[in-house]
Each structure stands twice: as C-alpha cells, then as structure tokens.
C-alpha cells in the first residue's frame, strides 16, 4: 500500500497521492489546509492522479479543501479524480458540488 500524500507544487497544484481513508485522512486535511492557506496562487489545482485507492474519506477531504479555498479567498479546481472518487460522487449526489462531470 501506497503512503498517502498532499504536496504543492510551485505552479500552485496540489498533488494528492497514495490511498484515502480513515488512517490517512486527518493528517492529508490538516496538510493540505496549510498549503491551501500559504500558496499566493489565486486558484489551486488539486491533482488526483497519484491516487490509487480512495474511500468516501477522499471526497470529504476534497470539499473540506474546496472550503479552505473559499474561505482563503481562492479557487479550486479538481482534475484526475480516479474512477472509484467519481463513483462515490455520484452516489452522494456531489458530481456537480465538485465540479466534475458524471
């Protein structure tokens, strides 16, 4: 099993990474606030590529980011979500919250 993971790169993209769930969610959401809140980018890209295995913990973790944003005056957009994110979207209902197409 992959480490999970949150980086920034310079370019003010987020890169998540590894496995989301209850063991790696807490620490990727207080990781990930502080990079939100520090970037001087205006709108942060969260790449989801690297992840290889996410529970509903992943899309909690993701709106709890798009609410750092907004509340650090910032955007957020999501790219890459793997298969098993999008489908958890969609049975709750947050394609559109998330801003990804179903």
Known sequence: MSQAKVTM??????HLSGVLDHSSGAALRD???ALIRNTHATTVQVNCTAVTKSSSVG???LLAFMRDAQQFGK???LTDL????RKIAEVCGLTETLGIES
């Open 75 to 77: 955007a957020i957009v």
């Open 82 to 85: 793997p298969e098993d994110m």
């Open 31 to 33: 990781q990930g606030q």
């Open 9 to 14: 790169d310079t370019a003010g993209v987020l």
């Open 59 to 61: 899309l909690a973790l």
